[in-house]
């Protein structure tokens, strides 16, 4: 078995940076006024698929939807150690809610052929939905193991039906949930949403930067990997993984919304039934304050006003 691992990911508004400027009068976000960066628990997400490469060889494949300048989280991606990137760029795409935008990945992943794993972040910092992956996972047909904080084990089967999840193998995962932790076992192929407790995402190769900084998107119709392929005449510039093996200069992948043969109905504003009706800018406001004296009965004092005040039951 080769294990292959595809990795969604969203350049998204740094909104660890928010200022005045960042909102509207009429309440949306100023894109503008905000820097893009890499969806933080995506990271996390590519982390475990190169990890799982690490162990088990495979390829990974990074997806984003987004304008072209998402480009920029696909080579990052290619700095960290992914195989092949696919951005899904079209004027068509613009608007997408979580459904509109599951529905074009699905139609990409298709595109690319069988896999393994579907990996991608708990959600995204600038829409806390945590809806895109397990809408993926159901649109595919595939099991989805969510909140994931650890993968324990991934046992790789054959086309003889080795491996106790079927021919394909298994993949067992612990998520998080209130309270504690669950452990699960799903057959493969599978979806998995990564948390950040998962991993520390590894930084970027310098010698990946070096040859994948000036990788540019060129568009598709037709999927075909064969640059991938060191043994390909036609192959870019190839250099040498951790292991020694050749592996050939990616370019990015752009695909838009005729080469995924999209219903125009299903994507962008047109297949988002999710709309928006006011948007309220919360500024928190300090109130008054209470001096706890670090004692004993300070502490007791506290805990009876809290009693008091219905905070504590």
């Not at 982390?47 to 997806?63: C, M, N, P, Q, Y």
């Not at 050939?248 to 999710?274: F, H, I, M, N, Y």
């Amino acid at each position: 078995m080769t294990l292959r691992t595809i990795v969604l990911v969203k350049q998204v508004p740094d909104t660890q940076n928010v200022t005045g400027d960042a909102m509207k009068e009429d309440g949306t976000i100023n894109r503008g006024a905000l820097p893009a960066v890499f969806n933080p628990e995506d990271l996390n997400a590519l982390e475990e698929a190169l990890r799982l490469k690490d162990a088990h060889g495979g390829r990974v494949t990074v997806i984003t939807m987004g304008p072209p300048a998402a480009v920029n989280v696909l080579r990052e991606s290619l700095y960290r150690g992914a195989d092949e990137v696919v951005l899904l760029s079209d004027i068509a795409f613009a608007g997408a809610d979580t459904l509109a935008t599951s529905y074009s990945l699905v139609l990409a992943i298709r595109k690319l052929g069988e896999f393994d794993l579907v990996l991608c972040g708990r959600q995204a910092i600038d829409g806390d939905t945590a809806q895109v992956g397990p809408q993926t996972a159901e649109k595919l047909g595939v099991p989805q193991i969510t909140f994931v904080s650890c993968i324990d084990e991934l046992v790789e089967g054959d086309a003889a039906g080795a491996g106790t999840g079927g021919g394909r193998g298994h993949i067992t995962a612990t998520r998080s949930i209130e309270g504690g932790f669950e452990t699960l076992t799903a057959p493969l192929p599978c979806l998995l949403t990564i948390t950040n407790e998962a991993n520390d995402p590894r930084p970027p190769s310098v010698k990946r930067v070096m040859t994948y900084k000036d990788a540019a998107a060129e568009t598709l119709a037709e999927y075909d990997d064969s640059y991938l392929d060191p043994e390909n005449d036609a192959a870019e510039v190839c250099m040498l993984d951790r292991h020694g093996n050749a592996v050939c200069r990616a370019k990015v992948v752009q695909w838009d919304a005729a080469a995924l043969g999209v219903e125009r109905a299903q994507v962008g504003l047109r297949g988002s039934p999710t709309r928006v009706k006011k948007i309220d800018s919360v500024v928190l406001a300090q109130t008054d304050t209470r001096l706890v004296e670090p004692t004993y009965e300070g502490i007791a004092e506290l805990v009876r006003k809290l009693t008091e005040e219905h905070i504590l039951g």
